[in-house]
């Protein structure tokens, strides 16, 4: 089992900046993908960036320019640094990864974005 500890969530006016971090312990083998997911009330939960071991990254559209996946490999962390924040940014944030074909998740942390 993989374990997924979230942190960063909270409350920023539009134009802010947040910044969510995971770190992942436990039956570590070979983590493939980590990246974020969120699900805003009264929608399905949707992938906002992804990254490999490789260092490559996906970004959904509505986010690229605006944030900024990093990992730590030695350490099996993941950071998403959250610019300029707009309303419909605001969602429960949850942590993933996917080790040899199986995913993973965090408990989520919410992020709201609200004057």
């Known amino acids: 089992q993989v374990q997924l500890v979230e942190s960063g969530g909270g409350l920023v006016q539009p134009g802010g900046s947040l910044r969510l971090s995971c770190a992942a312990s436990g039956s570590i083998f070979r983590i493939n993908v980590m990246g974020w997911y969120r699900q805003a009330p009264g929608k399905q939960r949707e992938p906002v960036a992804f990254i490999t071991n490789g260092g490559g990254t996906n970004y959904v559209d509505s986010v690229k320019g605006r944030f900024t996946l990093s990992r730590d490999n030695a350490k099996n962390t993941v950071c998403l640094q959250m610019n300029s924040l707009k309303p419909e940014d605001t969602a429960v944030y949850y942590c993933?990864?996917?080790?040899?074909?199986?995913?993973?998740w965090g408990q989520g942390t919410q992020v709201t974005v609200s004057s």
């Open positions: 993933y990864v996917l080790q040899e074909g199986r995913p993973y």
